[in-house]
């Protein structure tokens, strides 16, 4: 299988621009957006839909991205490290919503994984923290493909 987990965060008060300079760690923010900035129309870059976001939103990806198998542990303790380091940070500056959205690929066969262990868990449980999770089914040359880049990708780390 092929992980994926962000770290988003979210706020109707959440200001990006006060927490984003503060943020520890080496992972990258993917995407931000305060609650007075206006809606890009999706389908039509550069059309502005005449609305406002109503809520500050900031997502951060692990530098690898993705992890297989072999790596799972190691990406799952940095992406803990980072919540935990960054905690106070978010939860002082009017987040609402802390989630580790895990994204799962796999081949298309059976589906059985388990996400962080005993002792991860209960550190991220002392972060207030949500799991939502989404699961693909790619075909098979895509998944091997792409598990044989992330693994060479981990492994020259």
Request: charge should be negative; include cysteine.
């Amino acid at each position: 299988m092929i992980f994926r987990y962000s770290v988003s965060l979210y706020g109707v008060n959440l200001q990006p621009k006060n927490v984003i300079p503060k943020v520890k760690g080496d992972f990258i923010l993917e995407d931000y957006f305060h609650p007075d900035d206006d809606i890009i129309d999706y389908f039509q870059p550069g059309v502005n839909t005449g609305k406002k976001y109503g809520c500050g939103e900031m997502t951060y990806f692990h530098p690898m991205k993705v992890a297989c198998d072999d790596w799972i542990k190691e990406y799952e303790e940095e992406i803990v490290e980072f919540v935990q380091m960054n905690n106070r940070l978010f939860w002082d500056n009017d987040v609402e919503k802390l989630c580790v959205f895990l994204e799962v690929f796999y081949d298309g066969g059976q589906c059985n994984f388990s996400i962080f262990d005993q002792a991860k868990i209960k550190r991220l449980a002392n972060c207030n923290i949500e799991f939502p999770i989404s699961i693909y089914a790619l075909d098979m040359d895509t998944y091997l493909n792409w598990e044989k880049e992330t693994q060479t990708n981990w492994e020259n780390r």
